[in-house]
């Protein structure tokens, strides 16, 4: 199972920390979207981007500007395009698509590039190919803006319950951001794409999950998303236990860090 064959339900699993997070890059770190220009949501996912460019246009009683959505996974665009229809984005466009090829996209084609909680989730080989793209199909003073995980209690929380109900070494590995939680490595792959050093900055979004009672934290997470995400489904003799498993890793997160982390990082690079 990929995160591919959960793509539906990924949107209201993550849909209020990665608003906060977007907001934060749209009012504080990029130039003001405005009707004309073009936008490329990458790694669009089922399009949480483009909801929340979409509601700040509606907000704001703008025309919204032409969106671009690429992802990787068909189900993810299947789930993009039902967005469209249902929330009427008229001026959005899905492509499933990988990163690293965006054959479908012109050089110097966009103002603005916003690629939310993905650049880790592409693989290490082709990370440099991806921020290169990024830098091709971008206008000359055009920002891209990429969060990644930084101090994220949902990787230390997937690893903890994934590791006491022994799943697979390789299956836990897979939630930890590893290299990808040091600002260094981001830094890196964008100068590798052609971005100039002084024009790539760095910002930290720090933030905290659940200003939820405990039982409605717990409920959050005892989803079918956090429940079952992974490369291999739960067993069912594991699948019970998911949710004292998660109570014990939100409890020992409390007790340790006050709070349930969700930090992660903000780049910014202007062409
Ligand atoms: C953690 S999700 C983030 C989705 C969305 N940007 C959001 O913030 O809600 C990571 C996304 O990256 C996509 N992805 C992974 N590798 C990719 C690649 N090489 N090219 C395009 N999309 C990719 C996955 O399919 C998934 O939708």
Redesign the pocket.
Known sequence: MT??SF?HL??EA?IVE?RRSVLDILDNHVPKIHSDMSIL??????G??TRIIYEQCAARNIKPPRVVG????PN?IEAFNENKEARKWETAKGYV????DLHMCSDNEFDLII????LF???DA?AHK?TAEIYRVLKPGGVAAFTVWRDNFISRMLQETSAAVGRPEEEIRRFDPGKWSLEETSHKTLVAGGFKPDMVKTFRHDDTFGALDKSSLIDRFDSPFWKNVGTMAWTEEQKPRWRAEAEKSILKEQKERGALQGNCWIFTAEK
């Open positions: 995160l591919n793509a990924y949107e993550t990665t949501d990458l790694a669009c996912g089922s949480t981007v690429v992802d990787i996974g993810f698509g990988d990163a690293s690629m939310s909680y993905a989730a592409v693989a082709v991806v």
